[in-house]
């Protein structure tokens, strides 16, 4: 199976914005819940926000309120946006399917 491919990561300033995107087969959004994860330089990786085949979602405590994750079938697509960066949150961001597919991830760093 092809595996989700990650696109919109960058630079972004302390309190900026940014949405990334997840691009997957139409087999793998229709039956799998899809996720966020990130690793940030000498830490484990970890989950940033789940979301279900039927649009439930779930977030780490430290995301919740300034991420949200959210999926369109139409377009293949898994997004993640991200608001009120902080500066730890930089790190590279994976996508993940829940039948074990890792995108190969995109680097976001927050800094001024």
């Known amino acids: 199976q092809v595996q989700p491919v990650e696109s919109g990561g960058g630079l972004v300033q302390p309190g900026g914005s940014l949405r990334l995107s997840c691009t997957a087969s139409?087999?793998?959004?229709?039956?799998?819940?899809m996720a966020w994860y990130r690793q940030a330089p000498g830490k484990q990786r970890e989950l940033v926000a789940h979301i279900t085949t039927d649009g439930s979602t779930r977030y780490a405590s430290s995301m919740k309120g300034r991420f949200t994750i959210s999926r369109d079938n139409a377009k293949n697509t898994v997004y993640l946006q991200m608001t009120a960066l902080k500066s730890e949150d930089t790190a590279v961001y994976y996508c993940?399917?829940?039948?074990?597919?890792w995108g190969q991830g995109t680097q976001v760093t927050v800094s001024s």
């Open positions: 993940y399917a829940d039948n074990g597919l």
């Open positions: 139409r087999s793998i959004l229709k039956l799998y819940a």
